[in-house]
């Protein structure tokens, strides 16, 4: 019996290091499944259930996630090029996991650990990442218009060319963030931690601030 059908039969919660590449998981039950080390690249798990899985690890680069649960281990996860468009990676571990390129327009992070992400060229569109921990997180070139960021952790987070347009970020800590050339045009900065930021040809066009957010930027 292969991999695939053991998933197809729920007859296996444990397929550490598994070869799935190109296989069509759309739709499944994978709850608590063990797929850390998984090798997954161009799979397709559009709306799959993976709450509580274990991914650590797994190469799941160009892999569709679009409307799935997504709640789940994901460390050192490879989601470069994968698209999870309206998924749901609410507290999801993300800790140093590779996204470049990912599309994650709509998704939901709420909460979620991104902690030293690489998250370059990223579609973040109107993606929700309130009180996230994104500390040290690498957003150059990335889309966050629309994006909700408020209270969220952006402690030395690299938004170099990074698009905020519109985007949230009320109350939110960037503390020595990199803000060179990132675009705020109308976006919401109310409350925000700026100190120590880097912030050369930056768009403040339109941008709300407080009195003393100004004063750090003087």
């Keep these: 019996m292969t991999a ?6 729920g007859q296996s919660k444990h397929l550490r290091g598994a070869n799935l590449e ?4 759309s739709g499944l ?35 569709n996630f679009d409307y799935g649960n997504l709640r789940a281990n994901l460390v050192g996860i490879n989601l470069m090029q994968a698209s999870l468009q309206g998924s749901d990676l609410r507290g999801a571990n993300l800790r140093g996991a590779t996204l470049m ?21 990223v579609n973040l569109m109107g993606a929700d990442l ?23 952790d952006l402690q030395g987070a690299n938004f170099c ?13 960037l503390q020595g963030a990199n803000l060179v050339r990132a675009n705020f045009l109308c976006a919401n900065l ?9 912030y050369s040809g930056a768009c403040w066009t339109g941008t709300i601030l407080d009195s003393n957010e100004i004063k750090s930027l003087a």
């Design 29 to 63: 039950d994978l709850q608590k499944i063990d797929l850390a080390g998984a090798k997954l690249s161009g799979a397709n798990l559009v709306r799959a259930n993976l709450e509580a899985a274990n991914l650590e690890g797994a190469n799941c680069l160009g892999a």
């Design 4 to 9: 695939l059908d053991e998933l197809e039969f």
């Design 101 to 121: 390129g990912a599309n994650l327009q709509g998704a939901s992070l709420t909460g979620a650990f991104l902690s030293g992400a690489n998250l370059v060229g």
């Design 190 to 198: 109310q409350g925000t931690k700026l100190d120590g930021v880097t």
């Design 22 to 25: 190109d296989q069509t998981l």
């Design 130 to 152: 309130r009180g996230a921990d994104l500390r040290g997180a690498n957003f150059s070139h990335s889309n966050l218009s629309g994006a909700n960021l408020s209270q969220a």
């Design 161 to 173: 060319e990074a698009n905020l347009e519109e985007a949230n970020l009320e109350q939110a800590n």
